[in-house]
């Protein structure tokens, strides 16, 4: 069965501060791995997408990293922000249509 | 640019009634469209995707349906609402290996 966990389930850090998330995956075969950010009762948005021969992407803050051969993925978060604060779901794509989802990793940013 | 709407935002149905969400697409043609569902702290399940004017593939059974009338909409149906169908559902678009586009959601309440 082709899975994506995420860890941790749920962190606090204090604004300002660094966080990593992690997210390992059994899907196989693999195309692609994608992080989103989803708002509370908002709809996900995309950050990176990375493929198999790609090692790191960064968007501004958020810099992601994958492993293939491990089947790893970190999201980075530096200087972290108030707006931060959301769900980060890990996706990896066996092609366009099968898409598997992490449960997500929820981030509480405090001042 | 490419713009995705859901409406209505939020509903409450008894058990049950009929179900009919919709899904518009502008700014693009003939773009992949999905349904998600996203259970209260779960990952999103999608539930169909469409290639095309007509073409539905369902990946989950379900007493759901989806419809896709015309280009860039995207419609989801239900006949009888059950208590499990309640959720946040996301219509979102995309192409073929590249990232997908989500939608505002609709949070459905079936009582």
């Known amino acids: 069965k082709n899975q994506v966990e995420q860890s941790p389930q749920s962190l606090i850090i204090l604004e300002g501060k660094n966080c990593t998330l992690q997210c390992n995956y059994t899907v196989s075969p693999f195309s692609n791995l994608r992080w989103y950010k989803q708002d509370t009762g908002r709809g996900p948005v995309s950050l990176t997408i990375m493929t198999f021969s790609e090692n790191t992407k960064s968007n501004g803050r958020y810099t992601a990293t994958l492993d293939a051969d491990t089947k790893q993925s970190s999201l980075h978060i530096t200087a972290s922000q108030l707006s931060d604060s959301a769900s980060y779901i890990c996706v990896v794509s066996q092609n366009d249509y099968k898409l598997s989802f992490g449960a997500g990793t929820t981030v509480t940013v405090r001042a | 640019s490419q713009t995705i709407h859901q409406w209505p935002a939020t509903l409450v149905q008894p058990v049950g009634s009929p179900l009919s969400l919709e899904c518009t697409v502008e700014g693009t043609s003939n773009p992949n469209l999905y349904w998600y569902r996203q259970a209260a702290g779960r990952g999103l399940q999608l539930l169909f995707y469409?290639?095309?004017?007509?073409?539905i593939s369902s990946e989950v059974p379900q007493n759901l349906s989806a419809s896709r009338p015309q280009d860039r909409q995207f419609i989801l149906s239900s006949k009888k609402l059950l208590l499990s169908d309640s959720g946040f559902y996301l219509c979102?678009?995309?192409?073929?290996?590249?990232?997908?586009?989500f939608g505002p959601g609709t949070r459905l309440l079936v009582l």
């Open positions: 469409s290639v095309g004017i007509g073409q």
């Open positions: 979102a678009w995309g192409w073929v290996k590249e990232t997908q586009y």
